[in-house]
């Protein structure tokens, strides 16, 4: 299996020897996003067929919490284009498949088992849903799920192969059941934006419940205390001195309050930032935003 952004290739490409039939292969809490197959491309199955444009499965591939979004196939001397989300596979679970292009089928093609997932233009199978799913910022590549996002909750716990974390560590499975696509909503901080000085702009971002207050801090210091102090019923509380707190005010509807910091003075770089937050009543993990 490989990952790849060029323009040639499929994002991910997922076969087993033919000899190797016990061999199951799965794609689970993948973020897949902006990849293009083409029919101009060097893979022989593209030739004249452009297929599976984020990903291309053979039929024993399982697909478990994955966000495909924005992929595309397109034709230039063959005659077809279709899948461009996922072709192929042999189930789809739990997963987002939107915003992708094809002539034929756009979001998915072939003969994959589809349910408990959310795709544009809807599709046939149990619990699946047709929502925008309110991603946190899709143009900057975040695919957070929003506090108001319909994924919330609405995958299934009964798939073999359920993966107990979601892209980024967090559990899984929260409130009972999991959501849709790679990533499974937890209050949080994470950084977007360039990361470089002296002209870049880091975009802190918490992401929570709307109406619950939020005092967040950064530390000066690269690496976190081992361990963490525990402070009962708030959480662990990873940063060491000199850490500097900020009250952000609440969060509003959206969910998500978005602090952003020119980066245009000369800092001491690379440096580790480590930042965390409390949400309401409750400390978030440790983030770690890497200044370059
Ligand atoms: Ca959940
Ligand atoms: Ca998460």
């Not at 199955?45 to 697909?63: C, F, L, P, Q």
């Not at 979001?107 to 599709?123: L, M, T």
């Not at 950084?191 to 870049?200: I, W």
């Not at 975009?203 to 005092?215: C, H, S, T």
Request: proline share 8%; charged share 15%.
């Amino acid at each position: 299996m490989h990952s790849t952004p060029f323009k040639y290739l499929k994002g991910v490409e997922c076969t087993a020897p033919s000899s190797e039939q016990a061999f199951q292969i799965s794609v689970n809490n993948r973020y897949v996003s902006g990849n293009r197959a083409s029919s101009e491309g060097i893979n022989s199955k593209a030739r004249y067929v452009s297929e599976g444009g984020g990903i291309w499965a053979d039929s024993r591939v399982t697909m478990i919490n994955n966000t495909v979004y924005g992929n595309s196939t397109r034709v230039i001397y063959g005659t077809e284009s279709r899948g461009g989300g996922i072709h192929g596979g042999k189930t789809i679970v739990n997963t987002i498949v939107r915003n992708n292009s094809a002539r034929t089928a756009p979001e998915i093609h072939g003969n994959a088992g589809v349910s408990y997932c959310n795709v544009k233009g809807g599709f046939q199978g149990i619990g699946n849903i047709d929502r925008d799913p309110e991603f946190e910022d899709p143009g900057a590549e975040d695919f957070h799920l929003r506090y108001t996002s319909p994924c919330w909750n609405r995958g299934t716990l009964t798939v073999s192969g359920l993966p107990q974390t979601d892209f980024e560590g967090d559990p899984r499975i929260t409130d009972g059941k999991p959501d849709i696509g790679a990533d499974e909503f937890h209050i949080h901080v994470h950084v977007t934006g360039t990361l470089e000085t002296p002209q870049g702009q880091a975009d802190i971002k918490v992401i929570g419940v709307p109406g619950n207050p939020v005092l967040y801090a950064l530390s000066l210091t690269p690496t976190v205390l081992h361990p963490p102090v525990s402070i009962p019923g708030v959480g662990l509380f990873y940063l060491e001195p000199p850490f500097f707190p900020f009250d952000l005010g609440t969060i509003p509807s959206s969910g998500v309050i978005t602090l952003s910091i020119p980066l245009t003075t000369k800092l001491p770089h690379p440096i580790r930032v480590p930042m965390q937050a409390v949400v309401g009543t409750t400390l978030t993990t440790v983030y770690i935003a890497d200044v370059k």
